[in-house]
């Protein structure tokens, strides 16, 4: 019988290298965690070009929002129709019309202002041209972020539920800020670091809710007449999803960034 010569040291400790490369390479595939998630992106703040506004905003999740209400255009009064909008230029609603209002909660805008349509948008035949919506639409959120959809705000609603496994419809309180909110429970933990505000709304030129309501836009229109928003209530610790009239509305915005 021929002679079989032994294997090399040398080879042999190559080959347990790369065999040990291979179990952690699978070990890695197989972690029953799904794919590593890159970490949050840490908190900051970024001044919009278009105003010198400086927003702040922290990574929550897989996502980046803006961590206060967006507060970009001219401010007109409550009884008047916002006009045409553009990333560069809008009106805006404070509440109560005061100034002061859209410095701590941000401004109010009809659907069509929020995301940067013609007027008579909020009341056209949905998704026919100069009325479309992008699948990624900035609306008048600064360069590089958009309006959130309601799939998006669902993503933010779940990261919150996976860090408070215990809690069952509990996302609000995580979402409100600490303070600024009547009623019974009232303020949030503000858990994430969203620190969503009551800045009310804006409904046939009257103010409404202002400390106990706050009301988000989202890139959804529902048909001719209707869009989607997200709200959160000084008496309930949920984050509610609803839809309602385009025109007759003013909520706030919150921009969430691309990417």
Avoid at 31 to 55: A, I, Q, W
């Amino acid at each position: 019988m021929p002679h079989r010569p032994l294997l090399r040291l040398d080879a042999i400790s190559a080959l347990l290298t790369l065999l040990l490369l291979l179990l952690l390479a699978l070990a890695g595939c197989s972690d029953p965690t799904g794919p590593t998630v890159p970490p949050e992106v840490p908190p900051g703040t970024f001044v919009d070009s278009r105003d010198g506004k400086e927003y702040a905003y922290r990574g929550i999740g897989r996502q980046v929002w803006m961590t206060e209400n967006l507060d970009f255009g001219e401010r007109v009064e409550g009884v008047a129709l916002q006009v045409d909008a553009s990333d560069s230029a809008a009106q805006k609603y404070c509440a109560s019309d005061a100034d002061s209002n859209c410095v701590a909660y941000g401004g109010l805008y009809q659907w069509h202002t929020a995301m940067a349509l013609p007027e008579y948008c909020d009341n056209a035949v949905a998704g026919v041209d100069p009325c479309l919506i992008d699948s990624v639409h900035r609306g008048i959120c600064p360069e590089g972020w958009h309006v959130p959809t309601r799939l998006e705000w669902q993503e933010l609603e779940e990261r919150v539920d996976a860090m408070t496994p215990d809690a069952i419809d509990d996302e609000g309180r995580s979402l409100k800020s600490s303070s600024g909110w009547m009623g019974v429970p009232g303020n949030g933990t503000d858990l994430v670091g969203f620190a969503g505000l009551p800045a009310g709304n804006r409904n046939g030129g009257v103010y409404y809710s202002l400390g106990t309501f706050g009301y988000w836009w989202t890139a959804d229109e529902i048909d001719a007449t209707f869009a989607g928003y997200r709200y959160l209530f000084g008496n309930f610790n949920l984050l509610v999803d609803g839809v309602n009239f385009k025109s007759n509305y003013g909520f706030s915005l919150r921009c969430l960034r691309d990417g």
